[in-house]
């Protein structure tokens, strides 16, 4: 890795969660500044503490780890939250005791949460209406006061981006401070940074895709050729923006880089975790085999079963969605539900401009 | 200041500050020639500042004193100053001798400055101490005189030793905290706005609660209106003028509101802008004068390091009424400019004092109540702030609002998270409207009628359908009471949830609300929005009304459960 040895900022930046993706931001962002990581792990703080090699990828002589959430929030006003979408709120609280309006947050986890009365799961209600499913910044501003929140989104699959390829994100906030703060710190010549204030068009862009991802490995793991994946995209690309504008996105955020350029990504390469799953799938295997042996967490999984139900109250067509979901959790084969797609009545091929 | 030598007296709400003296807007007018100076400068130096490139500022010179003859010959109001048209025509003038010429930047300055000298003068307000007095007592006397004779007190109402006007105004909510952080803050009052009574009527609550006079811009269109005026001139009124949307006649306003507020003059904005047109409780605000209490507060904090700058604290405070004179005005208003509201001229129920008066008469002597819900207090992210005024996050700990507006570990001035911040701040506000707004009998009976009619011509859009000949339409008693019933207890179940509050009588027994809620709305128009006639049908009068009236329940998803 090339040490560009830019403006190196005073405070470090914080990245929170050592996983692939949170390491390959990890690493981006030391190449600019000091970073402090946190993992949970201890093993995961003592790898990266010898600066050796952590989920695949080389550790820039920039990051230190510590598994102290204080430490981070009072050592870095910018913070990088990077950690599974279960988890989220968890890790929110955690943190949250030891944040101040001043901190800026972007995460960059495509997931969502729901929120339910205590006591109640997501298997116990039929639908769920737009407050009861938070989007990662929603989170974030539910359980601190920082109002200051971002996302990174965008086609960034942290096998490519740790071997050094060109690649682009977009940093998504209401606010104008945060995006140049974002592109200040993440910037460098092989990684370009893409601005966009609709903040939850695009995180619901990031999101979304992961469903049309696991369908796209479905295709692969089938033996079915470019065809069908580029009317899967376009199609699933349909879907996303049906769901994403009930969930209050705007159509643009879906066709720039964080909606199309992140979708063909995920959809044609088989570093993807969501896209492995559709794959195995097809390859016979049940969903609990294979997260029985999947080192970490594919979204896309979690983000059907809630977007069922936001299918549901909304009543929007999502027909991919739910095939999907069926195959998941209802024990419908992979054939019959490619089947069942095709015979379903579409008829307009663009109806949302 | 003793308001009242009654001896009765003692049970209200004590003047927080001992004389009137110190109340800011006092202060305020006490130095008004400086003050104006003041904002005359920085409105000035905001100008300048932003128009830097060749001939930018002639240009805006220019667009203003276009936009001024167009309105002067347009839309004139008995208000405008004699000299208007000589003025705008020396400025214009002057402009015509600088074309061609050179090096005209600092003649088009002084241009400036005299439209600036002029519009604040025009914006600012005329408090006087004697005045405010005298207005409060006419009120107060007229009031209880008109309540005396018509009323008998009823047991209960929350400030019965007071003046019997409060039996009729009922004021509830977060009163004690208001006072108290009147005392070490500087309050910014938000009220939902229906009626052009509301800033009177909001002016004497203010006085009842013990508050110094706050200062609140009022439409210019008021002070066409003779009697209004006097009393919006001595209760601390400065005026804003709809009419005027250029830049420099926005700069002034916004500059003179910023720097009141930063004296710690407590404010009252009406953050809708004008009077609900539709009947429902605002849905979005207007962020102009918001953004100036933002401005104020960073540059209060900027310019107290050492933290000893006052806080500003935001009150929301929702008014209820069963009757609103204006309403069939509204209604149709509304229905004639939704969707091109910008084309929209305003026009008035009552232009006179004649008018005033005799509704003034009508409205005092007949009872309709009024509730006043004062909200909890909040700093201007929306955190609600305990009794000593910090500000609490939802999780129970202390907020310092300065970290908001820190960038890098310093305070920096940044417009676009600013106004982000007021966006947020409104959507705040309106949630806030909701949760205190008090429902009627009257608010709930209207909306229950209207809906089942709606219903039962749901293949009609809504023009149509507020066309159907109103002698057509009929409830019979026991649907209406069936759905009625089913509407209480959403609201109840709402009311539990803490998304709205009830006045005291939804506890009494459904009919009684029934009959009390249709003898209540819209008491005093000539066609009422609803009846009950002799075979105990539900009718109406007016459909335009009754939506009007029904609208005060939007906003609570209650038609997708009926």
Sequence with gaps: MAMTSKNISKKPVGVIGAGSFGMAIANILAQNSEVLIYARDPEAIKKIAAHKVHRGQKVHVNITATGDLGYIANSCDVIFPIVPSSSFREMMQQLSPYLHPYHILIHGTKGLDINLPKGQSIDDVKTLNREQVRTMSEVIMDESVVVRVGCLAGPNLAKELAAGQPAATVVASHFNEVISEGERLLRNDLFQVYGNQDLIGIELAGVLKNIIAIASGVLSGLDYGENARGLLISRGMIEMIYLGKAMGGDIEAFIGLAGIGDLVATCSSKLSRNFTVGFRLAQGETLPEIIANMEEVAEGVNTIKIAKKIIDYHKVRAPITEALHEVLFEGLSVEKAVTLLMKYPYNVDIDFL | MEPNGKSKKRKSYKPILSGTKEWPVVQLSKNRKLFIEKVVNEAFNKIVKANQRKNQLREELETTLYTEQLRIRKNPWKVDPKDEKRFWNNIKNELVDLVGSENTRKKEEELLRKILVRYTEEIAGNFRKSRYRFAREIIKFGF?????????????????????????????????????????????????????????????????????????????????????????????????????????????????????????????????????????????????????????????????????????????????????????????????????????????????????????????????????????????????????????DKQGRFIDTRDYFISNGIINADKQREAEYTRRLSEIIVKEYHRINRVFASHLVAFVAFQIWRKRFDKLDLYDFLRLPEEDLFIEYEEFSTVFNKAKNLVMALKKEKKLNIAAHMKNPVEDLIKMGIENVGMYHSRRPLLMNKQKQIITKDLNTLYYYHNRMHGYDLEKHL
């Design chain 2, 144 to 392: 209880s005189r008109l309540l005396n004779a018509t009323r008998v007190k009823r047991f209960g109402a929350l400030f019965r030793n007071e003046y019997t006007l409060n039996d009729k105004i009922q004021i509830v909510g977060k009163t004690k905290q208001i006072r108290k952080l009147a005392k070490i803050g500087t309050v910014v009052m938000v009220p939902t706005h229906f009626s052009n009574l509301d800033s009177i009527l909001i002016g004497w609550i203010i006085h009842v609660l013990g508050l110094p006079a706050f200062i609140y811009g009022a439409g210019l269109n008021l002070f066409n209106i003779k009697i209004l005026a006097y009393f919006m001139n001595s209760l601390g009124a400065y005026k804003v003028d709809r009419r005027k949307k250029n830049s420099i006649y926005l700069e002034s306003l916004k500059t003179y509101s910023n720097l009141a507020i930063q004296e710690g003059t407590h404010s009252l904005f009406f953050p809708g802008g004008t009077r609900s047109r539709s009947g429902q409780i605002e849905s979005s605000l207007k962020l102009g004068l918001l953004g100036t209490a933002m401005e104020a507060q960073r540059e209060i904090f900027i310019n107290h390091p050492n933290k000893d700058g006052k806080k500003i604290f935001i009150v929301p405070v929702t008014i209820n009424y069963n009757f609103v004179l204006e309403a069939p005005i509204l209604i149709n208003e509304y229905l004639v400019s939704k969707g091109q509201e910008r084309y929209y001229v305003e026009s008035d129920a009552y232009s006179s004092s004649y008018n005033m008066i005799k509704f003034m008469i009508k409205f005092f002597t007949k009872g309709s109540d009024i509730s006043v819900s004062i909200g909890k207090s909040m700093d201007l992210l929306g955190n609600y702030v305990d009794n000593k005024g910090r500000s609490i």
